[in-house]
């Protein structure tokens, strides 16, 4: 492999947001006076449907009869509050990337390698976080961004990283993919991607027998040969 660039998931890849996203959910769902309040146990179980609308109608889907449900319209405009509850969270610090990020990326901008984003997440969260952890905007970290409002289908479907590719004008053999969840293993080999993972806190059971190289973190001590 002639590596040209690198392509990162961003929740539970580049930092543990998983937290951060369900205590915006659970903040959001009070103030609409719902009576939702997802536990770490629920929200394990919820991040095998990927993005946040999506889990909403997957929660409502197994509710009791007789409980309030909200329409489609009901869901985006609760979503885009949740972001709003999401950025708020991210301003205030409450985020650090994952060991070995931010050094991975510097030294792959020195080698003169790409760096992009294919996540299921949507761009302002992207920005919510890049501002957090860098205090840049997100395309002055990375070349380019694919995120999941920018695509029909969301992971486990190759959408967002085939639109990375597109972005990079790179074949998918020249690249790698970072990930953290099986939904994320399953996305990038759709695009013929080979994919390391760094299982995450709310990803550490799935299954990721499929993807080439799986580490602990992305310190340097655990990076394969190709990264170092």
Not at 45 to 57: D, I, N, P, S
Request: some cysteine; charged content about 25%.
């Amino acid at each position: 492999m002639s590596l040209q660039a690198l392509i990162f998931d961003v929740d539970g890849t580049l930092a543990e947001t998983e937290e951060a996203h369900r205590a915006a959910f659970n903040q959001t769902f009070a103030e609409w006076g719902l009576g939702w309040n997802w536990s770490v146990d629920d929200y394990r179980t919820l991040l095998k449907t990927t993005g946040g609308k999506e889990r909403m109608r997957a929660h409502q889907a197994i509710l009791p009869e007789g409980e309030r449900r909200l329409s489609d319209d009901e869901i985006a405009k609760l979503h885009i509050e949740k972001t709003a509850a999401y950025g708020a969270i991210l301003a205030s610090g409450q985020l650090e990337l994952r060991p070995g990020v931010a050094d991975l990326i510097t030294a792959a901008r020195a080698r003169g390698l790409k760096v992009a984003v294919a996540t299921t997440t949507n761009t302002p969260n992207v920005e919510a976080l890049c501002q957090c952890c860098w205090g840049k905007p997100a395309l002055e970290v990375f070349d380019h961004v694919a995120a999941g409002d920018m695509v029909k289908q969301k992971k486990p479907a190759p959408d967002v990283f085939l639109l990375a590719l597109e972005q990079l004008s790179l074949p998918a053999d020249v690249c790698i993919a970072f990930e953290d969840s099986r939904n994320g293993v399953l996305s990038a080999l759709g695009a013929n991607l080979p994919v390391l993972v760094t299982p995450s806190a709310y990803t550490d059971t799935d299954d990721f027998s499929d993807a080439d190289w799986v580490i602990p973190t992305l310190d340097a001590k655990h990076l394969p040969s190709e990264l170092r």
